[in-house]
DNA sequence: GTCTATACACGGATAGAC
DNA sequence: GTCTATCCGTGTATAGAC
């Protein structure tokens, strides 16, 4: 991909996890990508909906394949959870509350009134739940269980980073790192 | 309080919870409340930051109180917390998926760029939080495992919003309601 | 394909008539 | 205290030089 474009996605992702769609600006854009306003119509013709689209599903992506990763690198599914909170915790602290879910802020702002935007949003999370279920379902869980429990995680997941973004907190995701590993345990076979 | 100052704020609330803090424009508040835009400075000198802020802590309290007299209506908790996550559910069918928590997007919103804004919708999780947490205490509950537990609940609620308005669907309600419920039911003592 | 200048609408905010 | 007119900045988008 070109370099330019590059640039304009990676700032627009960054931009708009911090001040949302409608609060950041083409203008703004352009200038923290050190990209020349026009280049912004050139790579995306559609304007500000494609940019948000692409930003979308590019970083909802990307997202992805963070978490999973390291839901996966743990043999004891439960000690994934664990950790992906604590790591999400980590990083929140690292970035002053600004790095939670790079679409949430977004997906609350165009639910009700971006149809483009909001079936973008909905594709993610859609992607996600699949993804997460058949890594659940490798690791010994019950097909409704698995949906059930990584619906659980994600949902759980995003409502901490909403208190924890306003609180400046952490308290928040270890909760709710507890309340999904409760969940989690109760679909186990009861261990040794 | 005076008829158009309380039409400005419940219209402001309406506005705030659909299309956001940043996306609601001052003018648009007006036509929808029916009100003189002049009006809007007069009951709130200081712009649409203090109209911000006010609608956040009124709306803020007004939810508390309706999610936990479900709660509190239920004399097994258990019931309450489904039939709490059912009928958010129910509500956000009922108003085409729009009445979903009336501070989360703007807390996103505002967490890393308004830090006004930032303090007073943290002062409403707080207050959720506390008072929750004395709910679930005067039913039986340990301090520690109250206060876990309630954060669990708001954050799977919040998260389960930002999902199903997204997404269009109760699923991730129905979802995050079975998760806290087996948390609540870890916490508890096994009963008969 | 890079970049600047500009059009036009709407944002928040204010002044001042009544 | 109600309401209108207006200011000025910024928003998205486009035209067109280079």
Redesign the interface.
């Known amino acids: 991909m070109n370099d330019t474009k590059a640039r304009i996605l990676g700032t627009s992702s960054d931009l708009f996890r911090?001040?949302?769609y409608?609060?950041t600006g083409l203008k703004q854009v352009a200038t923290e990508a050190r990209a020349p306003f026009g280049s912004i119509y050139h790579f995306f013709p559609g304007g500000k909906q494609q940019l948000g689209e692409e930003v979308i599903r590019t970083s909802g992506e990307e997202y992805a394949r963070l978490v999973f990763s390291i839901l996966d690198a743990h043999s004891d599914i439960l000690e994934g959870i664990e950790v992906g909170f604590r790591l999400a915790g980590e990083t929140l602290v690292a970035t002053?509350?600004?790095d939670a879910c790079p679409i949430?802020?977004v997906?609350?702002?165009v639910?009700?009134?971006n149809e483009v935007l909001?079936v973008a949003?909905?594709d993610v999370?859609?992607s996600w739940i699949d993804s997460g279920s058949a890594l659940l379902r490798a690791r010994g869980f019950g097909e409704a269980d698995a949906?059930?429990?990584i619906?659980?995680f994600?949902?759980?997941?995003?409502?901490?980073?909403?208190?924890a973004?306003?609180?400046?907190s952490t308290?928040?995701l270890d909760?709710?790192g507890?309340?999904?590993l409760?969940?989690a345990?109760?679909?186990l076979p009861p261990r040794e």
């Open positions: 911090r001040n949302g409608t609060g002053d509350y600004a949430a802020t997906a609350l702002e639910a009700s009134t909001r949003t909905a999370f859609t949906r059930r429990l619906l659980g994600v949902t759980s997941l995003e409502g901490a980073f909403v208190l973004r306003a609180l400046r308290e928040p909760a709710a507890a309340t999904v409760a969940a345990r109760a679909c």
